[in-house]
């Protein structure tokens, strides 16, 4: 069976639609848009939080969306194993929550940068990068202000000796410095340890497709469509 999905909305969100077109276009059935009001989610083999602004970034990005009544249903499927996708805005609902562990302070540079990077696949042993070689590099377009991956070392180490680090920012051919917002270790994508929760700033599903200017994110959701249909 094609895997089922559920991409959360919040008010603010603006990148819903952006990925349920790719989550559509790579498993081949329709996803279900569940509003963040909402206390049930359908039988589903993955939840995606989407980017934006949720609750417009007021208190802090994510702080608001992350006690919003769907949530709760969120926190306890993670909890019983269902994959969990969350991309810029739904990282930091993911930390908020407590899903993840660290935090994400506004860019070093004070300023909202949106362009395209380039990160390396940490590791490809995940059904979040299955479709990837690890230390692939893959060129994706960020759009953050608080985008700046925080922990402390302990905590930083404990990532990198677990192997829940997804994704590094990295040298290539990105225009301006390779890491766009001051990420502790270049991070740009963690795991929880179980690594069924992935959280991660970059935009794959603006990546998905070539005419959009390149479709290297097309092959996260690939991966997890085989991984989980």
Known sequence: MPMKAAVIVFPASNCDR??????EASSGRKAA???????????????????????????RCGAMAARSPVMREVTARAARGVPVLGICNGFQVLLETGLLPGALLPNASLKFVSRDVNVAV??????FTSAYETGQVLRIPVAHHDGQYHADDETL??????????????????????????????????????RTILGMMPHPERAADPTHGGSDGRALFDGLTAALA
């Open 18 to 23: 952006d990925t349920r077109v790719a989550l």
């Open 122 to 127: 940490a590791d490809s042993q995940t059904m």
């Open 157 to 194: 180490d404990r990532l990198a000796d677990n192997g829940q680090i997804a994704f590094r920012y990295c040298d290539g051919d990105a225009v301006g410095d390779a890491n766009p917002n001051g990420s502790a270790r270049d991070i740009a994508g963690i795991f929880n340890t179980e």
């Open 33 to 59: 848009m569940v509003w963040h009001a909402d206390s049930e989610l359908p039988d589903v083999d993955l939840i995606v939080l989407p980017g934006g602004f949720a609750y417009g970034d007021y208190l």
